[in-house]
C-alpha cells in the first residue's frame, strides 16, 4: 500500500465548475501538506501550503486537511480550461524534509 | 515567489557520454535541493538529497556512482548523469527547499525547477 493515494482520473468538468481533489494518506507522521500543479513537460508550481487541520484559502483555491481522517482536499472554484493540469498532493513530515508525493491526478476543464 | 532555474531544458546525447544539469535558486538560498526523475505520466520519483557542503544522500535503488550530486553552493546544484544509456532517458526536476522569513508565514517547502528532458540515443 502507498503512502500517499490520489485517484489518477481523468477528471472531466466544464468551465466554471468546481474541482474536488482529495488525497488520503496512512503515516500520521506527515505534518505538512501541499498541493502542487503541473503542465506536460513542466516542473510542478506550489499552489497551496499547509499544516494544521482546517482550510485555506487563496483566490479561487481551497485546501482542507483533516489529520484524524488522514485526508486532504483542494477545490478550484470556477474552474477555466487554463486550470487542465495534473494536481499532485504532497506531504512531508518536518519541515524541509523530503516529500511524498500523490500520483497525480489529471484535471481537463472543457469549454 | 521563490524562482529556481534549470538548464539544460533538454539535452540529446549519445549513449555512452556523461550529461550536466545545473539547478539555480534565483532569489533565495537553499541549503537543501532535491533531485526527481519522472516518467511519462507518473509521478515525481526522488533521487537523491542535496546539502549544500556534505555529500548527497540517496534514495534505495539509485546508484550514487551514476547520478553524481555536487552542492558547492546555496544557489547552485548540479546532476551528472554519467556514462548515459537509452534507459535513463527521462525528466529529470530539481527543487530547492526555501527556509521562508523568520516568524511570520514560514513557507519551508520546496519550490521546482522546470525540468530538464534527457534524451539518450
Known amino acids: 500500500q502507498k503512502e500517499v493515494e490520489q485517484d489518477p482520473g481523468p477528471l472531466s468538468v466544464p468551465e466554471g465548475a468546481i474541482v474536488s481533489l482529495n488525497c488520503t494518506y496512512s503515516?500520521?507522521?506527515?505534518?505538512?501538506f501541499m498541493w502542487y500543479r503541473q503542465y506536460s513537460r513542466k516542473g510542478p508550481e506550489l499552489l497551496m501550503y499547509?499544516?494544521?487541520?482546517g482550510n485555506k484559502e487563496d483566490g479561487r483555491f481551497t485546501a482542507q486537511v483533516d489529520k484524524s481522517s488522514k485526508y486532504i482536499s483542494l477545490f478550484i472554484r470556477d474552474s477555466q480550461p487554463s486550470d487542465s493540469a495534473t494536481y499532485l498532493c504532497?506531504?512531508?513530515?518536518?519541515?524541509?524534509?523530503?516529500?511524498?508525493f500523490g500520483g497525480g491526478t489529471r484535471v481537463l476543464v472543457k469549454p | 515567489g521563490a524562482v529556481v532555474s534549470q538548464h539544460p531544458s533538454w539535452v540529446i546525447c549519445k549513449s555512452g557520454t556523461s550529461v550536466k544539469i545545473e539547478c539555480r535558486s534565483l532569489?533565495?538560498?537553499?541549503?537543501?535541493m532535491f533531485w526527481y526523475r519522472q516518467f511519462p505520466k507518473q509521478s515525481l520519483m526522488l533521487m537523491a538529497t542535496?546539502?549544500?557542503?556534505?555529500?548527497?544522500?540517496?534514495e534505495q535503488g539509485v546508484e550514487k556512482d551514476k547520478f553524481l550530486i555536487n552542492h558547492a553552493s546555496l544557489t547552485l546544484s548540479t546532476l551528472t548523469v554519467t556514462s548515459a544509456h537509452p534507459e535513463d532517458s527521462s525528466f529529470y526536476i530539481c527543487?530547492?527547499?526555501?527556509?521562508?522569513?523568520?516568524?511570520?508565514?514560514?513557507?519551508?517547502?520546496?519550490?521546482f525547477g522546470p525540468g530538464t528532458r534527457l534524451t539518450v540515443l
Open positions: 503515516n500520521s507522521a506527515f505534518q505538512y
Open positions: 532569489d533565495f538560498q537553499a541549503t537543501t
Open positions: 542535496s546539502n549544500e557542503g556534505s555529500k548527497a544522500t540517496y
Open positions: 527543487s530547492a527547499r526555501d527556509p521562508g522569513l523568520a516568524g511570520g508565514d514560514s513557507r519551508d517547502t520546496q519550490y
Open positions: 504532497a506531504m512531508g513530515k518536518a519541515a524541509g524534509n523530503k516529500l511524498t
Open positions: 499547509t499544516y494544521s487541520s
